[in-house]
């Protein structure tokens, strides 16, 4: 007996790729540049996991750039199998700016991005990240300097402005597509909110009214269904998903299999999640520049994402706080690996 595939079944209209000036992103889903979060072993995670656009690194100082920090050895390293990348550059100095930009074209970067959107005190309190919001004249003049200096494409990624009194993402779009910036990622809280109170999508409606140029919403969506709905709320070309991913690479198939679908996808099993934490911190310490101690105690809290909502989360997380090496990590998730019973 022949089975007749269903014929009601029609993707949904967003999930087709866009252009970033020559870069194609084949599907409209990109992974946020998260300081701490998104280093090359997560992005790969997601790329193997595939239905995801575009990642990003996570964000680096211009002014450590210049000087040489050693720091940022770590966030310079990915692979062609990320590609395309786009590599997060902050900043207030435009001449800085560009000359990190040239530097990591150099190595490689398929796109520039110019972070406008970090609130925290560290970056706004030099004037960059989203205090360059406050100052759209200043903001304009970094995209400036940073698109004469590279010739891949250059994007920016702010909030919906600096607090609700200065809602300056509309302006700044115009301003930073005028200056060449050839897409933007619109995070629709302001830098006051933080991660605090509701994104405010019709700021990215409104952007993506103003310009011609690709616009990736980004806030508040961490289902299949929010993707749907920022879609069709705002119109936006992409959207970009940020601590929702966290521990979960399988995130970007399920929203892409429910948007060409109508279907959800199971969550994956406790064997899975353990086999691609495990798989996360064995790429880490191989390309760790810091050392392995280093290296795990960083990754404790990282790998407590995988597991969080299941029933063993807790005991998990407080095996994790106590590892120092990867054999010990290894011997931790070994009876996880092996079995699929764990519920």
């Given at each position: ?5 269903p ?18 992103v ?18 790969v ?6 239905s ?23 966030y310079?390293?990915w ?29 490689g970067?398929?796109?520039v991005?110019i972070?406008?959107?970090c609130?925290?005190p560290?970056v ?34 702010v909030?919906?402005g ?12 115009r ?24 994104a405010n999508?019709d ?14 919403g ?16 705002t ?20 929203i ?21 934490a ?7 310490v ?7 101690r ?24 407080q095996?994790?706080?106590?590892v ?18 764990v519920?």
């Amino acid at each position: 007996m022949s089975i007749t595939p269903p014929t009601n079944i029609h993707p949904h209209p967003a999930l087709k790729p866009f252009q970033i000036g020559p870069v194609r992103v084949e599907v409209p889903l990109t992974l946020a540049p998260m300081a701490g979060q998104t280093a090359h072993p997560f992005r790969v995670l997601c790329r193997q996991m595939g239905s995801v656009g575009l990642v990003c690194t996570e964000l680096l100082s211009s002014v450590a750039m210049h000087y040489g920090g050693k720091r940022n050895e770590s966030y310079l390293d990915w692979t062609a199998a990320e590609s395309p990348i786009a590599v997060q550059l902050y900043g207030s100095n435009p001449q800085m700016m560009a000359e990190a930009a040239r530097m990591v074209v150099d190595l490689g970067a398929d796109i520039v991005d110019i972070n406008m959107g970090c609130w925290v005190p560290k970056v706004a309190k030099s004037g960059a990240g989203a205090a360059l919001l406050r100052d759209v004249c200043t903001a304009t003049q970094v995209v400036e300097a940073v698109v004469k200096a590279v010739s891949v494409p250059v994007t920016v990624k702010v909030r919906a402005g600096w607090d609700a009194h200065n809602l300056t993402a509309v302006p700044f779009a115009r301003s930073a597509e005028n200056a060449g910036v050839q897409a933007i990622a619109v995070h629709g809280r302001t830098a006051a909110q933080g991660f605090t109170g509701k994104a405010n999508w019709d700021i990215i409606r409104q952007v993506k009214e103003t310009v011609r140029i690709p616009v990736i919403g980004n806030g508040d969506v961490s289902t299949p269904e929010d993707t749907a709905r920022m879609f069709e709320e705002t119109g936006c070309d992409g959207v970009m998903i940020g601590r929702a991913a966290l521990g979960n690479p399988w995130l970007f198939g399920k929203i892409a299999h429910y948007l060409r679908t109508g279907e959800s996808l199971p969550d994956p099993t406790p064997a899975a999640m353990a086999a691609a934490a495990l798989f996360h911190a064995r790429l880490a310490v191989e390309r760790s520049k810091i050392g392995e101690r280093h290296t795990v105690l960083e990754l404790r809290g990282q790998l407590t994402k995988y597991h969080l909502g299941t029933r063993y989360a807790a005991v998990l997380r407080q095996e994790l706080v106590k590892v120092e090496t990867l054999a010990q990590i290894e011997a931790l998730y070994a009876p996880l690996v092996e079995t699929e019973a764990v519920a």
